[in-house]
T-cell receptor, first 114, second 115 residues
Framework: AQSVTQPDIHITVSEGASLELRCNYS??????LFWYVQSPGQGLQLLLK??????LVQGIKGFEAEFKRSQSSFNLRKPSVHWSDAAEYFC????????????FGSGTRLLVRP | GAVVSQHPSWVICKSGTSVKIECRSL??????MFWYRQFPKQSLMLMAT?????????EQGVEKDKFLINHASLTLSTLTVTSAHPEDSSFYIC???????????FGPGTRLTVT
């Protein structure tokens, strides 16, 4: 069965520091991979996605993620965190079938110290 | 582009009544819409998938008679929680997918409180 694991429930970083949020997936083949961010009062916003090709993908707001097949991982990174990045981050796996369903990880809450 | 709205954003209803939540894609036509439920500090759980003009497909364990989904047009899907009970209190989120694209665009969610 497909599953997504985000091992870190909370992460706290200082503003200006680098960030890495972990995501591991379980799937029979290489799935479609997504990172979404959820801020209070706002819907989930797509940060970036991986379908195929270059394993390092760039997203919005200065985020990037690297797909590592050998580790079944798709970690999200940002070189310098801003206070406005404080939010809940979700990794998701998409099935490569006509259902277009997404399976979400449990989320990681990012706190940013001033 | 790719804006999805939900209405209402917050609703309180009495136990035993029904409440309808609307999900609209504002600037694109949505072939498929999805309904999720999110408990506090938890992830999103897919409840059902709806395709325009077809019956919704419910995930295992979701009561289709309690959570009625209608996708009557390419820009509107509705979720009706029938005979609501306090345990139905939750955050309900919809998303929409446009033809030819895989990614889903999410609405801001509806907080339902059943008293």
């Amino acid at each position: 069965a497909q599953s997504v694991t985000q091992p870190d429930i909370h992460i706290t970083v200082s503003e200006g520091a680098s960030l890495e949020l972990r995501c591991n997936y379980s799937y029979g083949a290489t799935p479609y991979l997504f990172w979404y961010v959820q801020s209070p009062g706002q819907g989930l916003q797509l940060l970036l996605k991986y379908f195929s090709g270059d394993t390092l993908v760039q997203g919005i707001k200065g985020f990037e993620a690297e797909f590592k097949r050998s580790q079944s991982s798709f970690n999200l990174r940002k070189p310098s965190v801003h206070w406005s990045d404080a939010a809940e981050y979700f990794c998701a796996v998409g099935a490569k079938d006509s259902s277009y369903k997404l399976i979400f990880g449990s989320g990681t809450r990012l706190l940013v110290r001033p | 582009g790719a804006v999805v709205s939900q209405h209402p954003s917050w609703v309180i209803c009495k136990s035993g009544t029904s409440v309808k939540i609307e999900c609209r894609s504002l600037d694109f036509q949505a072939t498929t819409m999805f309904w999720y439920r999110q408990f506090p500090k938890q992830s999103l759980m897919l409840m059902a998938t709806s395709n325009e003009g077809s019956k919704a497909t419910y995930e295992q364990g979701v009561e289709k008679d309690k959570f009625l989904i209608n996708h009557a047009s390419l820009t509107l899907s509705t979720l009706t929680v029938t005979s609501a009970h306090p345990e139905d209190s939750s955050f309900y989120i919809c998303s929409a997918r446009s033809p030819g694209l895989y990614e889903q665009y999410f609405g801001p969610g509806t907080r339902l409180t059943v008293t």
